[in-house]
């Protein structure tokens, strides 16, 4: 049973992105373009973990390790197994943007609403102080705790369907009530 609890989990995780969906679409100047982008994104995100994941399934069956860079070795694939952490540095990275940036423009928002907007020499440093705040604090303890990863897992897996899914449907029930 837990291996198939961590799977529905780290499946459920995969495909979630409404959470976020909402925050995007408010920092957009025009949010009845974010349709467009999401019809093109969901599919190619949607097709990548399928092929990934069907691709792992057929070298090594049911023991393929959940993280798929441990499947290829860098002794006998050294230039498969750079272009994947490349590629998977990348993908981190992005994603880190993206909800990093969103975090931080609510926290400057909370702090200083005068400069959230201003791009003037103010602005910026509160700006550059909060994301540099936020990405240290985020290395440090991530790193400091030894079961970051399990604990990460477990609260994915708890939170994340309540969060993604259920709040953000409901939000927008409550938003259409209000319109």
């Not at 529905?8 to 969906?21: C, D, E, N, R």
């Not at 467009?36 to 069956?61: E, T, W």
Request: net charge positive; with cysteine; charged share 15%.
């Amino acid at each position: 049973w837990t291996e198939f609890f961590n799977g529905i989990s780290k499946v459920t995780f995969a495909y979630l992105g409404a959470y976020i969906y909402l925050e995007i679409m408010s920092e957009m100047q025009q949010p009845g373009d974010f349709p467009k982008a999401f019809i093109i994104s969901a599919p190619f995100q949607y097709g990548m973990y399928i092929f990934v994941g069907s691709v792992g399934y057929l070298y090594n069956g049911e023991v393929t390790s959940d993280i798929i860079l441990k499947e290829v070795s860098p002794v006998t694939n050294p230039g498969t197994f750079r272009a994947a952490a490349i590629l998977l540095a990348l993908h981190l990275v992005i994603s880190y943007c993206i909800k990093g940036i969103c975090l931080c423009r609510s926290i400057h928002a909370k702090i200083s609403p005068e400069t959230v907007n201003d791009f003037s020499r103010r602005g910026r440093i509160i700006w550059m102080a909060l994301s540099l705040s936020i990405l240290a604090s985020s290395y440090i303890f991530s790193n400091a705790i030894s079961l970051f990863d399990k604990m990460s897992s477990l609260l994915g897996a708890l939170f994340a369907p309540l969060l993604g899914y259920i709040f953000a449907t409901i939000f927008l029930l409550f938003e259409g009530r209000r319109a």
